[in-house]
């Protein structure tokens, strides 16, 4: 890669790092009390999904080793926003589904989050946003793809 890519590609990523870093610090401040980030996005993608999912699915979903997902799950039955059930055609394997609390409780991150997106997003500008998001999808894809 010529040196000017190289620079464009090591500024590039500079800026998605320090951007994730700045939303999430974000977003984690008014998530509702007891609520991880983790959790949020397991929930959400939960309710996304409409459908159980197994652990070892939402780990890899979310790029995180089986014992991290574990963990976090865990947490989030502790606090009574999924269930975790046997799976009924091999007893080795659990299914994780969003429970009625966990539907409200990530509801509730997402009225504190949308004002804090909403607010970056007009700073920004929405047609910048509009132009960002498929170069973003793109290179998640792409990215999705290496592994």
């Known amino acids: 890669m010529p040196d000017s890519a190289t620079s464009l590609a090591v500024s590039l ?5 320090v951007v994730d870093q700045l939303a999430r610090a974000s977003v984690a401040k ?23 999912r197994s652990p070892a699915q ?3 979903t979310f790029h995180l080793t089986r014992g991290a997902m ?14 975790i059930r046997p799976d ?4 080795r394997r659990k299914m994780v589904s969003i429970s009625p609390a966990g539907l409200s ?14 607010e970056a997003v007009a700073k920004v500008g929405e047609e910048k946003v509009r132009i960002a998001l498929p170069v973003l999808r793109e290179m998640r894809l792409k990215l999705g793809q290496i592994d």
């Open 105 to 118: 409780a990530r509801d509730a991150a997402i009225a504190a989050i949308a004002p804090v997106i909403a």
């Open 30 to 52: 008014v998530l509702p009390k007891g609520m991880e980030l983790s959790h949020f996005s397991v929930l959400n993608h939960l309710a996304h999904a409409g459908a159980e």
């Open 70 to 83: 574990t963990n976090t799950l865990h947490k989030l039955e502790w606090a009574g926003w999924v269930h």
């Open 58 to 60: 939402l780990a890899k």
């Open 13 to 17: 990523f500079s800026e998605i790092l």
């Open 88 to 91: 009924w055609d091999d007893a």
